[in-house]
């Protein structure tokens, strides 16, 4: 199953509305529910094939529950997706950052003399070890990044429309809590064919608007980090169930269920699982809670239907009589249970984080228990990763940005034989092609030239080079950028922590599309404004 992943960040405060509060308030959920992405995807989508019903295609990625559209989750420094917190999970009631939780899931009789609920709403586990794995150790005891979700709160008064200020008749005031801008989460999409989620990918563009009051200066959303996955797992979930064992089963999202008769169901039992689960659990205890759910369809101007859900984090904790393999566990935490699944309701995972009763609980940032001062734990090794990766990028865009004004400065370089529409068509279609590093579609687009513009390609000249023998030796070397870019001297690649960035083929390939780019852009802009004959002359 192919998955789409990307980032959010927040460059306005999001109204994702839950239903809670009084009228004259809107109360955000602490992410971006998955109907939410869904519909803002949808409008881009009839947008684009100018039509007011989708064809089948548009049924397979927004309707049938073949593309499933995951809740975006908040996430951490290194941009780890988090989960919700187990409703399992207990602490000390005095308790800070860094000290222990115990999971009542796996031991009814933790030593606490005071028990009271995590309270946080979401987590990345930063060490875990399969079940088939535990050992009884320091060093097996998972630990959790407790991630913090505030809300920021906004009053507003309404306005008479006509008057365009408050009036004693028209003078509500009214309440928001948002989602804060700079926030970053996490989301994922799940697509029934790779093809499917190449077309995905490609709507998600690099903004989005999402919740309510869009135009009062809430929803500005910027994408990052688009990727599209063969193999991605929502949490590390244990494989094949034994006889006798206890199956632990969580919720990452709330979940409609139905029992066998259609009414609503206030829990997740064996009854609502699929074969082999329906007759191989039994019910040993759970850890539940329930909300209320509900929705906004925009093109309705209406609320959706309301329904009570199971909440995220809810634990159901089974004993197997019989043995259920590895791929029915994972069958079943790819395809979720329940009602609404297409937009992200009903996630679950099998037997998460570790058959380990106890387990550490740290802030953002805090070091591991157990882990020497002056080494780097998996965490910070990520986080160092991303750094250093940074730091080149911010390095090479120096160098690249020299290389290209370097270039148009050179007495040997004549590029007056191309016309500025020509070369705002050229750094057009390689700007298209760097998110993806299709040098090939630059490839494509200068063999296909036309006779008018072939000539003034090759008319143009870099050093003793035609501009289009340029093109071509960049773009079937693309490793040579590097050494172009620093003009004889040494790059040093940034190093922290032992860890050295090393650049690579795509790295090189987007380099060399952003010299090709840039040389286009500075060239076009020196000239200034085309000419009426320059445009006409061109089409």
Same mark, same amino acid.
């Given at each position: 199953?192919?998955?789409?992943?990307?980032?959010?960040?927040?460059?306005?405060?999001?109204?994702?509305?839950?239903?809670?509060?009084?009228?004259?308030?809107?109360?955000?959920?602490?992410?971006?529910?998955?109907?939410?992405?869904?519909?803002?995807?949808?409008?881009?989508?009839?947008?684009?094939?100018?039509?007011?019903?989708?064809?089948?295609?548009?049924?397979?990625?927004?309707?049938?529950?073949?593309?499933?559209?995951?809740?975006?989750?908040?996430?951490?420094?290194? %941009?780890?997706?988090?989960?919700?917190?187990?409703?399992?999970?207990?602490? @000390?009631?005095?308790?800070?950052?860094?000290?222990?939780?115990?999971?009542?899931?796996?031991?009814? *009789?933790?030593?606490?003399?005071?028990?009271?609920?995590?309270?946080?709403? #979401?987590?990345?586990?930063?060490?875990?070890?399969?079940?088939?794995?535990?050992?009884?150790? @320091?060093?097996?005891?998972?630990?959790?990044?407790?991630?913090?979700?505030?809300?920021?709160?906004?009053?507003?008064?309404?306005?008479?429309?006509?008057?365009?200020?408050?009036?004693?008749?028209? %003078?509500?005031?009214?309440?928001?809590?948002?989602?804060?801008?700079?926030?970053?989460?996490?989301?994922?999409?799940?697509?029934?064919?790779? @093809?499917?989620?190449?077309?995905?990918?490609?709507? =998600?563009?690099?903004?989005?608007?999402?919740?309510?009051?869009?135009?009062?200066?809430?929803?500005?959303?910027?994408?990052?980090?688009?990727?599209?996955?063969?193999?991605?797992?929502?949490?590390?979930?244990?494989?094949?169930?034994?006889?006798?064992?206890?199956?632990?089963?969580?919720?990452?999202?709330?979940?409609?269920?139905?029992?066998?008769?259609?009414?609503?169901?206030?829990?997740?039992?064996?009854?609502?699982?699929?074969?082999? #689960?329906?007759?191989?659990?039994?019910?040993?205890?759970?850890?539940?809670?329930?909300?209320?759910?509900?929705?906004?369809?925009?093109?309705?101007?209406?609320?959706?239907?309301?329904?009570?859900?199971?909440?995220?984090?809810?634990?159901?904790?089974?004993?197997?009589?019989?043995?259920?393999?590895?791929?029915?566990?994972?069958?079943?935490?790819?395809?979720?249970?329940?009602?609404?699944?297409?937009?992200?309701?009903?996630?679950?995972?099998?037997?998460?984080?570790?058959?380990?009763?106890?387990?550490?609980?740290?802030?953002?940032?805090?070091?591991?228990?157990?882990?020497?001062?002056?080494?780097?734990?998996?965490?910070?090794?990520?986080?160092?990763?991303?750094?250093?990766?940074?730091?080149?990028?911010?390095?090479?865009?120096?160098?690249?940005?020299?290389?290209?004004?370097? =270039?148009?400065?050179?007495?040997?370089?004549?590029?007056?034989?191309?016309?500025?529409?020509?070369?705002? *068509?050229?750094?057009?279609?390689?700007?298209?092609?760097?998110?993806?590093?299709?040098?090939?579609?630059?490839?494509? #687009?200068?063999?296909?030239?036309?006779?008018?513009?072939?000539?003034?390609?090759?008319?143009?000249?870099?050093?003793?080079?035609?501009?289009?023998?340029?093109?071509?030796? *960049?773009?079937?070397?693309?490793?040579?950028?590097?050494?172009?870019?620093?003009? %004889?001297?040494?790059?040093?690649?940034?190093?922290?922590?032992?860890?050295?960035?090393?650049?690579?083929?795509?790295?090189?390939?987007?380099?060399?599309?952003?010299?090709?780019?840039?040389?286009?852009?500075?060239?076009?802009?020196?000239?200034?404004?085309?000419?009426?004959?320059?445009?006409?002359?061109?089409?």
């Amino acid at each position: 199953m192919s998955t789409v992943v990307f980032e959010l960040e927040l460059l306005e405060p999001v109204l994702a509305t839950q239903i809670e509060g009084d009228p004259n308030s809107a109360v955000s959920h602490r992410y971006v529910p998955g109907s939410m992405l869904r519909g803002a995807l949808v409008g881009r989508y009839l947008a684009a094939i100018s039509r007011d019903e989708p064809d089948d295609e548009g049924r397979r990625l927004f309707f049938d529950g073949t593309t499933r559209y995951l809740n975006a989750y908040p996430a951490d420094a290194i %941009g780890r997706r988090g989960l919700p917190v187990p409703r399992s999970w207990r602490r @000390e009631r005095a308790w800070s950052p860094g000290g222990d939780a115990f999971d009542l899931a796996v031991d009814l *009789r933790p030593p606490l003399a005071h028990a009271a609920p995590v309270g946080e709403l #979401f987590c990345t586990v930063a060490r875990s070890v399969p079940d088939d794995e535990y050992e009884e150790t @320091e060093d097996a005891r998972p630990d959790a990044v407790l991630l913090d979700v505030p809300l920021i709160v906004s009053v507003h008064t309404s306005r008479d429309r006509a008057k365009g200020r408050a009036t004693a008749e028209a %003078g509500a005031v009214f309440r928001y809590e948002a989602l804060p801008a700079g926030l970053r989460l996490a989301g994922a999409i799940l697509c029934g064919s790779a @093809e499917d989620a190449e077309r995905i990918a490609g709507l =998600l563009g690099d903004e989005l608007s999402l919740g309510k009051s869009r135009s009062a200066g809430y929803g500005r959303v910027r994408v990052d980090d688009v990727q599209v996955l063969d193999s991605w797992a929502e949490a590390q979930g244990g494989g094949a169930v034994v006889a006798g064992a206890e199956v632990r089963l969580t919720l990452l999202s709330d979940a409609v269920m139905l029992d066998s008769d259609g009414a609503p169901a206030d829990t997740v039992g064996p009854a609502e699982l699929p074969d082999p #689960f329906r007759t191989a659990l039994r019910p040993a205890r759970s850890f539940v809670e329930r909300r209320a759910v509900g929705a906004f369809n925009r093109k309705w101007g209406l609320p959706t239907d309301q329904a009570y859900a199971v909440s995220a984090g809810s634990v159901f904790v089974f004993t197997a009589q019989a043995d259920i393999p590895a791929t029915a566990v994972r069958d079943l935490e790819a395809r979720g249970v329940g009602e609404r699944r297409v937009d992200g309701f009903g996630r679950v995972v099998v037997n998460w984080v570790a058959h380990a009763p106890q387990l550490g609980l740290r802030a953002p940032g805090e070091r591991a228990a157990g882990t020497p001062a002056g080494t780097l734990d998996e965490e910070s090794q990520s986080l160092a990763r991303l750094m250093v990766a940074r730091l080149l990028r911010r390095d090479l865009d120096r160098l690249v940005a020299r290389y290209a004004q370097q =270039l148009v400065d050179r007495t040997d370089v004549r590029l007056e034989p191309l016309q500025k529409a020509q070369l705002s *068509r050229l750094r057009e279609i390689v700007l298209d092609a760097v998110p993806t590093r299709d040098l090939k579609r630059v490839r494509d #687009f200068l063999g296909g030239l036309r006779r008018n513009a072939r000539q003034q390609y090759a008319t143009a000249r870099v050093g003793q080079m035609t501009f289009e023998q340029w093109l071509s030796t *960049r773009l079937d070397h693309p490793e040579a950028v590097f050494g172009e870019m620093a003009a %004889g001297d040494t790059i040093r690649w940034p190093a922290l922590g032992g860890l050295e960035a090393a650049p690579d083929d795509l790295l090189a390939a987007e380099y060399t599309l952003r010299a090709i780019a840039g040389v286009a852009h500075l060239e076009a802009r020196r000239r200034g404004k085309p000419s009426a004959m320059e445009v006409k002359g061109d089409a």
